[in-house]
């Protein structure tokens, strides 16, 4: 579950009738917990709680139903239960259906409220689902709680009115929507004045039953697209006059409405009830914008960005540099007057924006910091030269697109309360402007310089002068106010892997790199915002995207062509959750990048250590994010460093399945050896694929040379085998698998003769595993190309394999699948860029590489994926590998490194002089 459904699931557990003898039980199921998990609580399986009435749930929660009027005893009562510490709940909660107080024994906040009032504060509590909340969203639950009721209203709509659900009128119902949410916000924000309550007419003047409703609310929209001076020949009724005209478009057009029901009306009025100026427009939109795309209901949450990640993308671009503008300027007021100036003439365009979240806190941040001046200045209560007009957006979904314009609104109309005060924000908000400045379209199919013109007023801008929700044209341009300034592009595109991707998202990519680009098929979706980004030209950019695009072969696809367009990297943050409001979702990981064509002497780079956030000063960042020369590492077919064996692909098998054999197959041809008497069991080996040698399971194989091939042919289960081997490459539709059918008995590549003495390394590996997974294997086992092998190479290889520096570099030159680790020999081994090794350096290798394989023997028969199990490694295991890395990181520093930064940039040093030096 999400925090948006975890909300509703609450509204109604608290607003029905409080049964005793459940709640504890329907709590936990609203926040997701299975009936399983229930049942086995209910029977008493896995309820530790020694308490009458009581349930505790490890790791989670201890609470209990009361008698009247004892909740904050109780609350007391389960604080100090030995219990309660001994299985780690996080809180104690006791209700006796009046009230309920509850603790967060980990950060100490208490809640304290009337049972109904309890979903106001459901924010505390989202841990139990798995969601560790930002402040902004525990602190400001009406957000939630206000899409959640417009997602019921919008729901109860359809049902009523079907005819609404088509294609054809879906834009109609997000545009009623979109009025209705601004009619809330402007009733409770004194914008409508005291002589409208919008709620209160509609409950006034329909029928309980919901028939008459829609006649009422179009009556009153007519009213607000009607001019104070028109509304005498109008024929408006007199409750509907002291409305404001609201213009804008908002108003205008079809004013027609969907019927309601009675359940419609109640969730109207239920939707009025709210705090609406409490509303934060940054959250909100996340959560209101998921209501009219299904397919986006069930992630709701998952479209949030939090302000502290925002921020993250926005301050190094632009804001820091404000900032410090500001500081450096004291209270000189030449100083601050060109400030303000600059500021004014500031835009920022998000060409995936969503509802507009990276606009609204850029366009808040922004009227703080002209605030300050104003302040400075002794010019308090200064209207703002700062227009929404200069926040521009591309947005693919209309209902999003709308909301985002909504947002920002809201956004300014917030501001001028807080700068100007409410009577300036009443004063300057109506009659609102026409243009609309977000655009709904592809932004890898629009050029964005007709939406955001670099030099403003000299090409054509999407606009529109009919309604707030029409749909998008070409139209004469909407100049940008305070002309002349600097361009940011920001924003936090979708990615999506080329196996999510849809045939349009193909298409897509297919656009925007065909013909600039090798292979640009693998990459992720964001790459085409990079990219588009990189020939808008005059902005300085700042995007977040998955961390693939920098990593492995992403990076010598997208970079090097970004690069000759003049733009270098002027900060970045290192890879980092990316978290949202989804419950046990750990979030996508995710880097930023800030590009710009004139970046500064010292550049930033960001990254989060043991919790905690490190900036450092470089003089360059490479496509990597580190501070090292800009190399792109490219594959080689032998190894850079000299020192370093080749390593080689497994043995392909393209044999049907009838080459490789499970036991019990294994047996079968066992038997058909013996039962013909000959010398051939040799002809069976072990055989080992990434599963196999990390979870030891036992799989086997023929392997058969050419000079057996006689000796193979005699025994018949092996004979019929060759021969299903033969059917299936010639039914192939590759040639070059046809040809291998001349050859049946053989694995189609074989770079292996089948004496050699192995170090296996998986191609894949799972992210949770501190180093990767290497080991050998005696003569005669045969490795399949799911893994790479050296052959009777020294061991001294495989203490360099099992380093933690190594595995930082395949993870940064090999890139991931998913989330786990993917090996490259050509790509991770090869270019390892290891220093010319001594003889002393090999012997000391050797023997850490033996301490290793010895500290595994110690606990036969455990596997690879049991030994490597996090948490789990054993201990002589762990100081054996921390062992080996002390010998391994001196060779290269003479020292053990401080971190993984340290690591890359000494090996990307190396790299480019081995490259050089090649």
């Known amino acids: 579950m999400n925090a948006v459904e975890i909300e509703e699931a609450l509204a109604e557990l608290f607003e029905a009738e409080f049964q005793p003898e459940t709640f504890a039980f329907s709590f936990l199921r609203a926040f997701g917990n299975k009936d399983t998990t229930i049942k086995r609580l209910k029977d008493g399986g896995t309820n530790k709680s020694d308490v009458d009435g ?90 939630i709680r206000a899409a959640n009721r417009l997602r019921r209203l919008y729901t109860s709509l359809f049902e009523h009115n079907p005819e609404w659900a088509s294609a054809e009128r879906a834009d109609e119902m997000n545009h009623f929507m979109g009025r209705l949410i601004f009619c809330f916000f402007a009733e409770d924000t004194s914008i409508f004045g005291g002589l409208a309550p919008f709620s209160e007419t509609i409950q006034q003047m329909s029928e309980p039953s919901g028939g008459n409703v829609h006649e009422v609310l179009e009556t009153l929209f007519k009213s607000m697209d009607t001019p104070i001076d028109e509304r005498e020949a109008a024929d408006l009724p007199r409750w509907a006059l002291p409305f404001p005209y609201v213009n804008g478009g908002l108003f205008a057009g079809s004013v027609e409405v969907p019927r309601f029901s009675r359940a419609a009306r109640s969730y109207f009025l239920e939707l009025g009830r709210l705090q609406w100026t409490e509303i934060n427009p940054d959250i909100f939109g996340s959560m209101v914008q998921t209501i009219a795309d299904p397919e986006l209901r069930s992630t709701a949450g998952m479209h949030y960005t939090s302000v502290p990640n925002i921020l993250k993308v926005l301050n190094p671009l632009f804001l820091d540099d404000l900032r410090a503008h500001l500081e450096r300027a004291g209270d000189n007021p030449r100083k601050l007057l060109n400030l303000r100036k600059r500021i004014a003439r500031i835009r920022v365009f998000d060409p995936a924006c969503g509802s507009g979240n990276f606009l609204i806190i850029a366009y808040k941040e922004l009227r703080a910091i002209e605030a300050e001046v104003n302040r400075r200045r002794g010019e308090e209560g200064r209207a703002s030269d700062i227009s929404p007009l200069n926040f521009r957006g591309i947005e693919i979904g209309h209902f999003a697109a709308e909301i985002a314009r909504l947002s920002l609104i809201i956004a300014r109309y917030q501001c001028d ?89 193909k298409a897509d990519i297919a656009h925007v790199f065909k013909g600039k680009v090798k292979g640009y098929r693998s990459l992720d979706y964001v790459a085409g915002w990079f990219m588009r980004a990189a020939e808008y030209g005059e902005a300085d950019i700042a995007l977040v995207t998955t961390n693939s695009l920098c990593q492995g072969q992403s990076v010598m696809r997208i970079w090097p062509p970004i690069f000759e367009t003049g733009f270098k990297i002027h900060f970045a943050y290192q890879s980092f959750k990316w978290a949202n409001l989804a419950s046990h979702n750990a979030g996508v990981t995710v880097a930023i990048v800030g590009l710009s064509k004139n970046p500064p002497t010292n550049r930033n780079i960001y990254s989060v250590e043991d919790g905690e956030l490190i900036e450092k000063q470089v003089e360059n960042i490479n496509a990597y994010l580190t501070a090292s020369p800009n190399v792109v590492v490219k594959k080689v077919t032998k190894p850079l460093s000299a020192n370093l064996s080749t390593m080689n692909y497994g043995n392909k098998p393209t044999d049907g399945g009838y080459l490789l054999l499970s036991y019990d197959e294994m047996l079968e041809v066992k038997d058909s050896i013996t039962s013909v008497n000959v010398e051939a069991l040799h002809l069976i080996r072990r055989v080992y694929g990434s599963r196999e040698f990390i979870r030891d399971l036992e799989r086997y194989c023929l392997w058969i040379c050419d000079e057996d091939l006689e000796l193979a042919q005699s025994i018949p289960a092996i004979r019929q085998r060759i021969d299903n081997v033969r059917k299936m490459r010639l039914k192939s539709r590759a040639n070059s698998t046809q040809k291998w059918a001349n050859s049946p008995h053989r694995f189609i590549q074989s770079p292996q003769k089948g004496n050699e003495k192995l170090i296996v390394v998986p191609s894949v590996s799972s992210e949770n595993r501190e180093y990767l997974p290497v080991g050998v294997k005696p003569e005669g086992d045969i490795v399949t190309n799911l893994v790479f092998a050296l052959f009777d190479a020294p061991l001294w290889n495989l203490a ?44 000391d290798l050797t023997e850490a590489a033996e301490r290793i394989l010895l500290a595994r023997e110690a606990h036969f028969p455990a596997s690879i994926a049991d030994l490597y199990d996090g948490d789990a490694m054993p201990e002589n295991l762990r100081e054996a590998h921390a062992h080996n890395d002390e010998v391994v990181e001196r060779i290269f520093i003479g020292r053990r490194f401080r971190n993984d930064t340290e690591r890359l940039e000494v090996l990307f040093k190396r790299y480019a002089e081995l490259v050089e030096a090649s």
């Open 800 to 843: 360099l394999i099992a380093s933690r520096i190594h595995l930082i570099w395949i993870g940064a030159v090999c890139g991931k699948m998913k989330t786990d680790f993917r090996y490259s020999n050509a790509l991770g081994w090869h270019t390892f860029p290891v220093p010319t090794l001594t003889e002393k350096n090999k012997k």
């Open 417 to 505: 309360a807080i700068h100007l005060g409410q009577q300036s924000a009443l004063r300057e908000f109506l009659p609102l402007k026409k243009e609309n400045w977000i655009v709904c379209g592809n932004a890898l199919r629009i050029d964005w310089r007709t939406v955001c013109p670099p030099s403003g007023g000299a090409e054509t801008i999407q606009s529109t002068e009919q309604d707030l929700f029409a749909e998008t044209l070409e139209e004469p341009t909407i100049d940008f106010e305070n002309e002349g300034g600097e361009t940011y592009i920001c924003g936090n595109p979708p990615y999506l892997g080329f196996s999510n991707q849809s045939k349009e998202q």
């Open 54 to 143: 009581g349930v505790l749930q490890r790791k989670n929660i201890h609470l209990q139903v009361c008698a009247p009027g004892e909740a904050g005893a109780a609350v007391a009562s389960l604080k100090a239960n030995p219990l309660t510490q001994k299985h780690g709940a996080r809180f104690v909660l006791a209700t006796d259906g009046e009230m309920v107080e509850a603790e967060d024994l980990s950060s100490g906040e208490y809640v304290a409220c009337e049972y109904r009032d309890f979903p106001n504060h459901f924010g505390v509590f989202l841990p139990l689902a798995g969601i560790e909340m930002v402040a902004e969203i525990k602190d400001n639950a009406v957000d």
